[in-house]
């Protein structure tokens, strides 16, 4: 399997913290590779760095053999790159199809794509993710479920090659959670697209990811299969804390 | 390139790109019987109270600045309070050029469109590197520092007299009929302004511009050129309302910063925005008429009262209308993918 993302020693300050130090990852196309780590580890600023959002203050992001460090988001969605958002983003005044229009027609680089078109296949995106019927119902009058779908749907009309799914189990219940889970997985399947899955749930990446990277502080602590990560006594510390002995 | 006529649509293929225009006759009833409206409007005020063809022009005007200012306003998520500083820049080029060089009206035409498009793209990067309550007061800011300039270089802006022996527009004989034909051209410009900026919101700027509106890093992040988009959508207008000076200084014959740069002219401009339709574009026509008639009639009914009355009606019809005049309308017809006014938090 080809790279299809290159991070290399990366690194993100906020005034006197550092975020992210010195990360290195890479993503093969057609995986699923989880992100986690506890609250603060850095995980959705080390996205925000590869989505283009945040600079980078060292290091270098490529994607697809090209170095995208200091491209903007937009050029960056157009060479395949996308995410959602943990707390959900939509356009709150655009309808839910309108909303995805954007995606379509902003997105890849398509020849001969008028505003119809675009509406016609944005339809076929939410069909998807199972909003068709909703197409006309303002975006901030979704339920939370809805809404993240909503993103999904969004990001896969940019036509992208890599997606960055932000911890979609948040806020959501076990039905809708398994629900977004066979959504993600779908998706995979009948785009092609390669995901990295940031998560706290540690049982959905266990299931989902072929493999699994570990930050902590902004440092990446592990990386490997979901099994061995599992097992990984820095990842349990960094977690349940260190045991003290009497 | 070619161009495909179907039954209801033109298709317009470009340099891989794609155009469609909806052309189906049952769309055109409403718009032709307001366009005949407003044509028929000055004619039979013509016959009946020419006096009254000012307040139409004025209404007019009002108008054609305020619709290119919606789409300012739509495509940098941002309102512009110093609209009237376009205005100073048309008015006084198009002056300075006819009273010092002899030019024609058609030229200066061409200067004001050239200095709007120049001071236009010059203030545009505002729209990127300043947000919210900065913004706001740097527009602000721009028409009182033109205001203060004028006052300096009186020698060559003439302070508060103004610049005066500017070329006429037209000169048909009579004075009332010559307001008739400023009226029709005034009209013309103001359904220019809205057939050109009607096209752009019914495009794939459109939502690209209401993404903008709405999150503009998020819309940056699904591909949308978010800097490109607020440029053009802020030099664009600004040119525009540069036009408008141009008529104001070819139509009045003289012009004066006093009368426009002020702050009392901008907040009718932000009135008849607000009140005709929160950046609806055909509430810019409604609120355009609405505000210059309800001024004249304060004026002859109240005389000394209406310049405390105006502002305090104005004040009563926007909180209580919260979508503007035209919401009333537009309440019938709802949820278009027509961006509206996000307020920005």
Request: glycine share 8%; net charge positive.
């Given at each position: 399997?080809?790279?299809?993302?290159?991070?290399?020693?990366?690194?993100?300050?906020?005034?006197?913290?550092?975020?992210?130090?010195?990360?290195?990852?890479?993503?093969?196309?057609?995986?699923?590779?989880?992100?986690?780590?506890?609250?603060?580890?850095?995980?959705?600023?080390?996205?925000?760095?590869?989505?283009?959002?945040?600079?980078?203050?060292?290091?270098?992001?490529?994607?697809?053999?090209?170095?995208?460090?200091?491209?903007?988001?937009?050029?960056?969605?157009?060479?395949?790159?996308?995410?959602?958002?943990?707390?959900?983003?939509?356009?709150?005044?655009?309808?839910?199809?309108?909303?995805?229009?954007?995606?379509?027609?902003?997105?890849?680089?398509?020849?001969?794509?008028?505003?119809?078109?675009?509406?016609?296949?944005?339809?076929?995106?939410?069909?998807?993710?199972?909003?068709?019927?909703k197409?006309?119902?303002?975006?901030?009058?979704l339920?939370?479920?809805?809404?993240?779908?909503?993103?999904?749907?969004?990001?896969l009309?940019?036509?992208?090659?890599?997606?960055?799914?932000?911890?979609?189990?948040a806020?959501?219940?076990?039905?809708?959670?398994e629900?977004?889970?066979?959504?993600?997985?779908?998706?995979?399947?009948?785009?092609?697209?390669?995901?990295?899955?940031?998560?706290?749930?540690?049982?959905?990446?266990?299931?989902?990811?072929?493999?699994?990277?570990?930050?902590?502080?902004?440092?990446?602590?592990?990386?490997?299969?979901?099994?061995?990560?599992?097992?990984?006594?820095?990842?349990?510390?960094?977690?349940?804390?260190?045991?003290?002995?009497? | 390139?070619?161009?495909?006529?179907?039954?209801?649509r033109?298709?317009?293929?470009?340099?891989?790109?794609?155009?469609?225009?909806?052309?189906?006759?049952?769309?055109w009833?409403?718009?032709?019987?307001?366009?005949?409206?407003?044509?028929?409007?000055?004619?039979?005020?013509?016959?009946?109270?020419?006096?009254?063809?000012?307040?139409?022009?004025?209404?007019?005007?009002?108008?054609?600045?305020?619709?290119?200012?919606?789409?300012?306003?739509?495509?940098?998520?941002?309102?512009?309070?110093?609209?009237?500083?376009?205005?100073?820049?048309?008015?006084?080029t198009?002056?300075?050029?006819?009273?010092?060089?002899?030019?024609?009206?058609?030229?200066?035409?061409?200067?004001?469109?050239?200095?709007?498009?120049?001071?236009?793209?010059?203030?545009?990067?505002?729209?990127?590197?300043?947000?919210?309550?900065?913004?706001?007061?740097?527009?602000?800011?721009?028409?009182?520092?033109?205001?203060?300039?004028?006052?300096?270089?009186?020698?060559?802006?003439?302070?508060?007299?103004?610049?005066?022996?500017?070329?006429?527009?037209?000169?048909?004989?009579?004075?009332?009929?010559?307001?008739?034909?400023?009226?029709?051209?005034?009209?013309?410009?103001?359904?220019?302004?809205?057939?050109?900026i009607?096209?752009?919101?019914?495009?794939?700027?459109?939502?690209?511009?209401?993404?903008?509106?709405d999150?503009?890093?998020?819309?940056?992040?699904?591909?949308?050129?978010?800097?490109?988009?607020?440029?053009?959508?802020?030099?664009?207008?600004?040119?525009m309302?540069?036009?408008?000076?141009?008529?104001?200084?070819?139509?009045?014959?003289?012009?004066?910063?006093?009368?426009?740069?002020?702050?009392?002219?901008?907040?009718?401009?932000?009135?008849?925005?607000?009140?005709?339709?929160?950046?609806?574009?055909?509430?810019?026509?409604?609120?355009?008429?609405?505000?210059?008639?309800?001024?004249?009639?304060?004026?002859?009914?109240?005389?000394?009262?209406?310049?405390?009355?105006?502002?305090?009606?104005?004040?009563?019809?926007?909180?209580?209308?919260?979508?503007?005049?035209?919401?009333?309308?537009?309440?019938?017809h709802?949820?278009?993918?027509?961006?509206?006014?996000?307020?920005?938090?």
């Amino acid at each position: 399997m080809a790279e299809i993302l290159k991070v290399t020693n990366v690194t993100k300050s906020f005034g006197g913290l550092t975020a992210v130090a010195g990360v290195s990852l890479s993503i093969n196309e057609g995986e699923t590779v989880g992100l986690m780590g506890p609250n603060g580890a850095g995980k959705t600023t080390l996205v925000n760095m590869i989505c283009g959002s945040y600079s980078v203050d060292s290091g270098k992001i490529e994607f697809m053999g090209k170095d995208i460090t200091n491209l903007p988001p937009w050029k960056r969605c157009k060479l395949g790159v996308s995410r959602t958002y943990q707390i959900p983003r939509p356009f709150p005044e655009l309808t839910t199809l309108s909303s995805v229009v954007v995606s379509a027609l902003c997105g890849k680089d398509r020849q001969n794509r008028s505003l119809d078109d675009a509406f016609t296949e944005a339809t076929h995106y939410l069909e998807f993710v199972g909003l068709f019927s909703k197409r006309n119902i303002l975006a901030r009058d979704l339920t939370l479920f809805e809404m993240r779908g909503l993103e999904l749907a969004r990001a896969l009309a940019t036509g992208p090659k890599l997606i960055f799914i932000d911890e979609v189990m948040a806020g959501l219940n076990p039905v809708e959670a398994e629900k977004a889970v066979r959504l993600i997985e779908r998706s995979k399947d009948q785009f092609g697209v390669t995901i990295l899955w940031i998560e706290h749930v540690m049982a959905v990446l266990m299931r989902a990811a072929e493999r699994v990277i570990v930050l902590h502080y902004g440092e990446k602590i592990a990386e490997g299969s979901p099994e061995e990560v599992a097992k990984n006594q820095a990842v349990i510390e960094s977690y349940l804390g260190e045991r003290k002995n009497a | 390139m070619d161009l495909e006529v179907k039954r209801d649509r033109l298709v317009f293929r470009a340099m891989g790109g794609k155009w469609e225009w909806g052309i189906e006759p049952r769309y055109w009833r409403n718009p032709l019987i307001y366009i005949s409206l407003l044509i028929l409007a000055p004619v039979v005020v013509y016959f009946v109270y020419p006096a009254l063809l000012a307040t139409v022009i004025d209404a007019n005007l009002l108008a054609a600045i305020a619709i290119p200012l919606s789409l300012m306003t739509l495509g940098t998520g941002r309102m512009n309070f110093g609209p009237q500083f376009y205005i100073g820049i048309g008015g006084y080029t198009a002056a300075l050029l006819s009273i010092h060089f002899g030019l024609s009206p058609g030229m200066t035409l061409i200067a004001a469109a050239l200095a709007g498009l120049v001071f236009g793209f010059a203030m545009s990067p505002l729209s990127i590197i300043s947000g919210g309550l900065y913004y706001t007061l740097l527009t602000l800011l721009f028409p009182l520092v033109f205001l203060e300039i004028t006052f300096i270089y009186t020698d060559l802006f003439k302070g508060d007299t103004g610049l005066a022996g500017i070329s006429s527009l037209v000169s048909v004989g009579f004075f009332s009929l010559n307001q008739l034909v400023y009226a029709f051209i005034s009209l013309a410009m103001m359904l220019i302004y809205l057939f050109i900026i009607d096209k752009i919101l019914r495009s794939r700027y459109a939502v690209q511009m209401a993404a903008i509106n709405d999150d503009e890093e998020v819309a940056n992040g699904i591909g949308v050129n978010v800097n490109k988009t607020k440029i053009i959508s802020f030099v664009i207008p600004a040119m525009m309302i540069s036009i408008i000076g141009w008529f104001y200084a070819h139509y009045y014959g003289t012009f004066a910063g006093v009368t426009f740069l002020p702050l009392a002219f901008m907040l009718k401009i932000l009135m008849v925005i607000m009140i005709g339709g929160r950046i609806q574009i055909y509430g810019c026509i409604v609120g355009g008429y609405f505000i210059a008639f309800l001024e004249l009639l304060l004026i002859r009914t109240t005389g000394a009262m209406s310049p405390v009355l105006f502002p305090i009606i104005l004040l009563i019809l926007l909180l209580t209308l919260r979508e503007g005049l035209f919401g009333l309308y537009r309440k019938r017809h709802y949820r278009e993918y027509l961006p509206t006014l996000h307020v920005r938090r």
